[in-house]
């Protein structure tokens, strides 16, 4: 009885000095310090100076130590100053998401010797990042990821060995990655961490052999990424996930389709463990030079390797009895080692029945050497490009086993023998042999049997004899391009020729004669032969060196007549107006078509620009049309502003993000693309300077007038509706004030009269909430199917707009709506934030490793509204809500800026407390502080349990007699009685009588 009875008091201590917390003074002092520092902190910081006792928002505390800061997406702006290194309990710092926090990162963060979180993703911190950090032994994860950090990755990060997650993606970030030497520590150090996130930087130099080993963890590495992509035509990928040493990995941008690649500039991370790794946009389009590590070969689940775009030299690594090699890789689906400096032959031993590659693209560097015959035996393949080496000899015979591809190029080479035989490669719609040395033969069969095709290209081919009449009627081919041949006779094309075909180029052959079919009225180019030496001929059209070809499309501007537009401006095609647009060029990597002239297609290209962007109709510009040097579509792009001569800031941003962040989806036939935007000038220049004229200046003033006879208006209603308010509320109310003496003295609540309301004008006070009983089946299967993981209601998460964006990432939009209400209170958002930034949530596996950019959120009250009443023009609120058993209930809520008063508000729950009824649940304990600022904490649990405390201990009813039970216990205790500590009286008669209570007054102090 004894011990319950000190427990009791314990808790009665506790309630007696709520509020009353103590956070140490030099941790006071830095949150203080950083609240100087900041612009829209939370409305909570600051209203104390106890940020523990009474909680400033995304503060917790361990006793009287801060030990976690999490303020993510809360849209603080400032700088992180160097007193946060004074937090020294400091366990969680998530500062994530707050796009206007800048500045350099302090070296002083090194002193936070507990922090195992450091999350700054998504800011704008600058500067290098501080070698300081190595001295966070008990860092796990850490996220630097989307701001502006510039210089060289700190070796000293080698030393976190507790590390999980690094990532440092998206910055400035310069320099080589560091491995360790006899004195420094080095990234190779890291042998537990399961991510290596450095891409989107501009990192160079070798990627070191000593970087990895057998010991490593990793499962994602991504070192480097500049973003670009370029693909042409879709093939499915598989959607199977990685096994990892049992671990079950997925690839993190799983796109349902793939493209034909015609030039790569992607990169492509890989996820590494020492015999499995998936490498996927990672290495490409940077500075890397040396050799291609030997070691890569050990990655068995590899996936996608792209080294392209780089200044890699030296021969491709193949195994042998003591090391690894590329032939390894069997399950590798792509080799991208375009425009390197690679040379020696390529290895026979390098390829193998058991591979499953689908694209090797070696174009554009230096191999020599013949083409290995062990290429045939990769049926997967459907992408081979070897063009722009020094390989030479035959073509291997056994090439037409490569029945899946679509597009070969093997054009300047030194290759000798006969032609390829192509026959049976049906699925081929481009192929490029130019510029070889081929012994000189007649056209092959396959020029008129293979149907897919919509490009031939044998330019100095070595072909002859008369041309096959067959080849113009292929249901698909667009161009024909077989100049500085030998072919002779007549040009006969009176049969059917393909309604798709635009060009056709025999310039430099010994062609003599021609017979053309009426229905081809496109481009035909017969310069430099014989007949075109004729005199009744040579005048004709196809004899021309420069001939008139049919222009490519461009927007019309023909109902604009003759406006001409200065010289930084361009003439709006919707309103014939001259205005400043937002320019660039868009390049397409894949388009299905090659005719420039097809105004339908680029007409459609024009309204799903204006559609997708939010323009005005007609409002686009396309100009310039051409297939550039890597034989990808480009154009100029111009759109206008739908109001003015000007795009504003948020709309340029807009715009510009749309187009860069592949949202805008271009129609199918165009392909994947990439736009490179023109600098843009806003109104006034670069200055800012603008010209206002006279009659904006008086119109300007005259509406500062009006605005301000407006205002006095207002203020003048107010204070007359205030005191019709006050009078109103005198004669309406039901209740006098909470104390008989007008007074908050603890008295019970006196009542003016009784009032009775009827059933009618309760229905009609609220909504008829009996309504909403026909959603009760709704609410149950929402409780019953909980949301574990973020704590949510079920079915209150909405996914939109699913694409793989411009880095190959699967990307959505994620709505998570409240369980209760229309809004999320500051703390759920602060604990979804976290969950999300720290990667605590763990999406299903299929879905990979993520990340979570939040948008701005506003932090309303709860609100589930279904009827109104009270006083004034802010009335109470009546809401619905569920209690923890399901029984759905009405919840009546203070409103601010009501005319009900706050003693007005606490009468009427007397009242009710008094009134038992079965449409009535039982009222529990209102925590004061819970009323006055209507946030929960702890302490508000801890109030509720004291009342109960405190009606056993004196066996009283918390109001009883019109006296407040915590009340009157605050005013009887007296320092000066020993033994009751001034309690005497209030304690349970029965409880006092047992006689001497040892320890009461030390328990109650």
């Not at 023909?558 to 320019?583: F, N």
């Not at 908050?744 to 609540?749: F, I, L, N, V």
């Not at 009283?956 to 006296?963: A, C, D, H, T, V």
Request: with cysteine.
């Amino acid at each position: 009885m004894k011990i319950g009875f000190s427990a009791l008091l314990v808790i009665l201590t506790g309630l007696l000095h709520l509020g009353s917390g103590d956070t140490d003074p030099n941790d006071a002092a830095v949150l203080r310090s950083m609240l100087n520092q900041w612009e829209n902190a939370p409305p909570t910081w600051g209203q104390s100076d106890d940020p523990c006792g009474t909680p400033w928002e995304g503060v917790t505390c361990d006793s009287t130590r801060v030990t976690a800061l999490r303020l993510s997406t809360m849209g603080i702006k400032g700088t992180l100053n160097g007193d946060v290194g004074q937090l020294t309990q400091l366990q969680s710092l998530d500062l994530s998401y707050n796009g206007g926090l800048s500045g350099q990162l302090s070296a002083s963060i090194g002193n936070l010797k507990q922090l195992t979180t450091f999350i700054l993703a998504g800011c704008s911190f600058s500067g290098s990042i501080p070698q300081e950090l190595g001295n966070l032994k008990l860092l796990s994860f850490l996220a630097l990821n989307s701001n502006k950090f510039s210089g060289r990755i700190p070796a000293s990060l080698g030393l976190l060995s507790n590390l999980y997650w690094l990532d440092l993606a998206d910055n400035q970030l310069t320099g080589s990655l560091p491995v360790s030497t006899n004195s420094t520590p080095g990234l190779d150090l890291l042998v537990g961490t399961k991510h290596f996130h450095f891409n989107k930087n501009q990192l160079s130099g070798e990627i070191p052999e000593q970087l990895f080993s057998s010991q490593m963890t990793l499962i994602h590495m991504r070192p480097v990424d500049d973003g670009h992509q370029r693909y042409i035509k879709r093939r499915r990928r598989p959607a199977h996930p990685i096994a990892v040493s049992g671990l079950v990995i997925q690839r993190r941008s799983q796109r349902s389709t793939l493209c034909k690649y015609r030039k790569s500039e992607a990169a492509y991370h890989f996820i590494i463990n020492r015999e499995s790794i998936e490498i996927s946009r990672a290495l490409n389009s940077n500075k890397f030079s040396g050799r291609i590590p030997a070691s890569l070969g050990l990655l068995s689940n590899l996936y996608w390797l792209d080294l392209a775009d780089n200044q890699l030299t030296g021969s491709l690594p193949v195994s042998t009895n003591s090391t690894p090699g590329l032939d390894l890789l069997v399950g590798t689906k792509h080799f991208h080692f375009n425009k390197n400096q690679l040379s020696g032959e390529i290895p026979e031993q390098l390829f193998s029945s058991q591979m499953t590659l689908i694209h090797i693209l070696f174009d554009s560097n230096q191999f020599t050497g013949s083409i290995p015959t062990s290429l045939g035996l990769v049926k997967s393949l459907e992408v081979l490009r070897l063009d722009n080496n020094n390989l030479g000899g035959v073509v291997p015979s056994n090439i037409n086993n490569l029945t899946s591809i679509n597009e070969l190029n093997l054009a300047n080479n030194e290759l000798t023998g006969s032609l390829p035989d192509l026959t049976g490669m049906n699925n081929l719609n481009y192929v490029d042999l130019s510029n070889n040395s081929f012994s000189p033969s007649e056209a092959p069969g396959w020029f008129t049997t293979i149907e897919s095709l919509t490009a031939l290209v044998i330019e100095s081919g070595g072909l002859l004899g008369q041309i096959p009449e067959g080849l113009f009627s292929l249901p698909q081919l667009q161009q024909v391009l077989l100049d500085n041949n030998q072919f002779n006779g007549t040009l006969n094309m009176s049969s059917i020729v393909g309604s798709q075909l635009q060009l056709v180029s025999f310039t430099n052959n010994s062609i003599t004669g021609i017979v053309s079919a009426s229905s081809y009225s496109n481009t035909l180019m017969l310069y430099g032969n014989p007949v075109c030496n004729s005199s009744p001929v040579n005048t004709a059209v196809y004899c021309l060196l420069q001939q008139q070809q049919k222009k490519p499309y461009t927007t019309s501007l023909s109902t604009c007549g003759s406006i001409s537009c200065p010289q930084d401006q361009k003439l709006d095609p919707r309103s014939c107006s001259c205005a400043h647009p937002y320019q660039g060029s868009m390049v397409f990597r894949a388009p299905y078509f090659r005719d420039l002239t097809n105004t339908t297609l680029f007409q459609q290209l024009e309204k799903s620009l204006w559609t997708n962007l939010s323009l005005a109709p007609s409002s686009v510009y396309i100009s310039d049309l051409h297939f550039n040097s890597d034989n990808y579509l480009e154009l100029n792009l111009a759109l206008f502003p739908s109001n003015g001569m000007y795009f504003n800031r948020s709309e340029v941003l807009r715009i510009g993000f749309d187009l860069s962040n592949q949202t805008y989806k271009p129609p199918t036939i165009f392909g994947p693309y990439y736009f490179l935007a023109f600098p843009y000038t806003f109104s006034g220049g670069t200055s800012g300077k603008t010209t206002i004229s006279t009659g904006v200046i008086a119109g300007i003033a005259a509406g500062c007038i009006v605005l301000v006879i407006g205002l006095v208006c207002v203020v003048i209603y107010a204070l007359l509706q205030k005191k019709k308010a006050k009078r109103a509320s005198i004669q309406s109310t039901p209740f006098a004030t909470w104390g008989s003496g007008g007074k908050d003295d603890g008295s019970a609540p006196q009542l003016k009269g009784t009032r009775w309301f009827p059933f009618d004008e309760i229905k009609k006070c609220t909504n008829n909430s009996t309504a909403e009983k026909a959603n009760y089946n709704q609410f149950k299967h929402m409780r019953e199917e909980s949301v574990a993981n973020l704590s949510i209601a079920p079915s209150s998460v909405y996914i939109s707009d699913l694409h793989f964006n411009s880095d190959n990432y699967l990307e959505l939009n994620l709505a998570l709506f409240p369980s209760n209400g229309m809004y999320f209170n500051r703390s759920e958002v602060l604990r979804i934030g976290f969950d999300l930034s720290n990667q605590t949530y763990k999406p299903p596996t299929i879905f990979g490793p993520y990340y979570f950019l939040a948008f701005p959120i506003h932090l309303l009250r709860w609100a589930n509204e279904i009827g109104s009443g009270g006083y004034g023009k802010v009335p109470q609120l009546v809401y619905r809500g569920i209690l923890s058993s399901g029984q759905m209930v009405a919840i009546k809520r203070a409103q601010q800026r009501s005319m009900q008063g706050a003693l007005e508000f606490k009468t009427e729950i007397e009242l009710l407390s008094r009134v038992h009824h079965k449409n009535l649940v039982d009222l529990g304990y209102l925590d004061p502080e819970y009323y006055m600022t209507q946030q929960l904490s702890e302490k508000s649990d801890a109030y509720s349990f004291g009342v109960v405390m405190l009606e056993l201990i004196s066996a009283r009813q918390p109001i009883e007699k019109g006296k407040y039970i915590v009340r009157e216990v605050r005013m009887a205790i007296n320092d000066y009685d020993e033994e009751w500590y001034g309690l005497k009286e209030i304690v349970d008669p029965a409880m006092r009588n047992t006689g001497n209570l040892k320890g009461f007054r030390r328990f109650v102090s």
